[in-house]
């Protein structure tokens, strides 16, 4: 590893000490303006906490366009689990394995604290030859852009706008998918359980997860889908009078769900069946899934029996189970103008049963926001037929690609000089700031890459260090360019 990647990723652990998940940013937003305040460079923020370092440009950069690099604060917090890792107060622990970087059972946090770590040693190094920069750093990146939404006209002045959450080096991204949050929720009414029942505990576990845009298209397993498909076959058994007590699974909109496990009532001489039940359908999964999900596992196990379980009334168990199964999730379909684009799909992300209310998390992406509209009433409709509530978020725009923009050719061609190789020109079924960014500030030229990321959204997440040199170097001789 050269001085340089070392250097960065010096600030990406310092970084990494500070919890950042989603909503929480306050102490990674105080940090950033004290280090900007340490190294005697202007500072600014705003109420929702983004903050923006301005650094003076080189000499002879004096009169070069302002560029913005920006980057956002927050990290989708999921570990295994058997982690005991706390996220509101644990610094993650990286672990290097050969070339690569990741944490020990905990998503790594470097979509995007990479980007902050190379963007805070560009500040720092004043041998780096470059215009006056703007270092955007935005909050609530992962469930809401809300730290995008709330920029004002004035918080930025830059034209020339470089976003560096993608996650493949080599990749420019300059066109992402549009997207909507779905909240469904359902009031419960609980009847008791018959005493001489049976207490047990239904666990799909094990799956890969991974990012719910950029991973879709693998068609890996959810285990949202894959529990309720198991209870409703238990359900279904003949004579079983199974009752259901609880779902929960998912952590987050945007992270296909890794792990799942449901709470059932039966009677106790039902309980063989009810295991030669799951065994049979764990092969059938573990068949229909085998290349994508080897450590697919569905089990049935007892639990200690608690005199306060209650479980759902019969018939809104029914009406929940099989709204579980309806509910779409994965590829909805491709994009006619790029045959290996997924232009709209849906993830059904997150279960969750309190005692007197169920809810449910869905995620829609497309890049016609046409469709995406389309699938999002497709959604409202089965749950409406269900008898739960519905509230739709905002909601972002879709970027749409300008394969003519002067910024593009540019990085083409400073890449192809340092690498003898043409860089790759994508657009990404994933939200990226730049279509909010890009819909309220006029004659943004942006586009947007970083250093390969594995398995984001995910304990299995891991940065290919090699990649954060290339990009650096990259990175560097872009900005030198500007002169």
Not at 20 to 36: D, Q, T, V
Not at 62 to 78: F, R
Request: hydrophobic share 40%; with cysteine; net charge negative.
């Amino acid at each position: 590893m050269d001085q340089r990647t070392q250097s960065i990723l010096s600030i990406f652990e310092q970084i990494n000490s500070i919890p950042r998940c989603s909503k929480h940013e306050g102490n990674i937003s105080n940090w950033l303006k004290e280090w900007a305040l340490f190294h005697g460079l202007s500072v600014k923020f705003d109420s929702v906490n983004n903050v923006v370092i301005t650094v003076p440009p080189s000499p002879g950069y004096e009169k070069s366009p302002t560029i913005v690099i920006q980057g956002h604060m927050d990290m989708v917090c999921e570990k295994v689990e058997s982690s005991l890792h706390d996220f509101s107060r644990d610094s993650i622990k990286s672990v290097y394995d050969g070339d690569w970087l990741r944490a020990d059972g905990t998503t790594l946090g470097a979509d995007n604290g990479i980007a902050l770590a190379m963007a805070l040693e560009l500040a720092r190094d004043p041998g780096i030859r470059h215009p006056t920069l703007e270092l955007l750093f935005t909050v609530d990146e992962e469930t809401s852009m809300q730290g995008a939404n709330a920029l004002t006209f004035d918080f930025i002045s830059g034209q020339i706008f470089l976003n560096l959450d993608s996650e493949e080096e080599g990749v420019f991204i300059v066109g992402c998918a549009g997207g909507v949050t779905t909240s469904i929720e359902m009031s419960l009414e609980c009847v008791p359980i018959p005493e001489s029942y049976s207490i047990c505990m239904l666990v799909a576990e094990g799956m890969a997860g991974g990012h719910s845009g950029v991973d879709i298209h693998e068609k890996r397993a959810n285990a949202n889908k894959v529990l309720a498909a198991a209870i409703y076959k238990l359900m279904d058994l003949k004579d079983s009078n199974i009752m259901l007590m609880s779902v929960d699974g998912g952590k987050a909109h945007n992270a296909i769900p890794r792990y799942s496990h449901a709470i059932l009532a039966c009677p106790v001489d039902i309980l063989p069946l009810m295991e030669s039940s799951v065994a049979q359908l764990e092969n059938e999964f573990s068949s229909e899934y085998a290349e994508r999900e080897p450590g697919l596992i569905l089990r049935l196990e007892e639990v200690h029996k608690d005199d306060a379980y209650r479980a759902i009334a019969p018939n809104i168990a029914k009406k929940l189970v099989q709204m579980l199964l309806d509910l779409p999730y994965g590829v909805a379909s491709m994009s006619s103008a790029m045959p290996d684009l997924v232009e709209t799909s849906s993830n059904l992300a997150v279960i969750k049963t309190a005692q007197d209310n169920f809810t449910i998390v869905t995620s829609q992406r497309s890049s016609d926001m046409a469709k995406l509209g389309g699938l999002t009433d497709r959604i409202n409709s089965m749950a409406r037929l269900a008898g739960a509530r519905v509230h739709n978020s905002e909601g972002y725009p879709s970027w749409k690609p300008n394969m003519s923009s002067s910024l593009l050719r540019k990085c083409e061609d400073v890449y192809e000089s340092l690498f003898g190789e043409k860089p790759e020109v994508e657009v990404i079924h994933a939200g990226l700031e730049c279509a909010v960014i890009g819909s309220k500030f006029a004659g943004l030229d942006m586009i947007s890459f970083g250093p390969t990321i594995k398995n984001p959204h995910s304990p299995d997440e891991r940065l290919y260090i090699p990649s954060v040199s290339r990009t650096w170097e990259f990175l560097v001789a872009l900005l030198a360019s500007f002169r």
